[in-house]
């Protein structure tokens, strides 16, 4: 079992800034990919940011130059810090992974997501 949490979100002015975080503990062997989805009320389950590996990070054009995934697998926290938020991005944020348990078995997990309001 994989446990997810994320943490980060909140109420941010127009151009503000917020870093989400995405702590993960269990049955890990490696992590193939982490990715942070957004889905915004009524709307559908869109991702954002996915890192493979520390040099293989992929961006939704939206997002592309104001988003940064990264990932530090020593304190087991993955990161979404976001800059330059706009009014038309709030929405539940969500971590998800893919990783291979110690049984060498693979394994998807979401966490349960965190909010950001963007409003002045």
């Known amino acids: 079992q994989v446990h997810l949490v994320e943490s980060g979100g909140g109420l941010v002015q127009p151009g503000g800034s917020l870093r989400l975080s995405c702590a993960y503990s269990?049955?890990?062997?490696?992590?193939?990919?982490m990715v942070w989805y957004r889905q915004a009320p009524g709307g559908q389950r869109e991702a954002v940011a996915a890192?493979?590996?520390?040099?293989?990070?992929n961006y939704a054009d939206s997002v592309q130059g104001r988003f940064t995934i990264t990932r530090d697998n020593a304190k087991n926290m993955g990161y979404l810090q976001m800059n330059n938020l706009t009014p038309e991005e709030p929405a539940v944020y969500y971590c998800?992974?893919?990783?291979?348990?110690?049984?060498?078995?693979?394994?998807?997990?979401w966490g349960q997501g965190t909010l950001v309001t963007v409003s002045s």
């Open positions: 998800h992974v893919r990783v291979v348990r110690r049984d060498y078995r693979p394994l998807e997990a």
């Open positions: 269990g049955d890990i062997l490696s992590i193939n990919a």
């Open positions: 890192m493979l590996s520390e040099d293989n990070t």
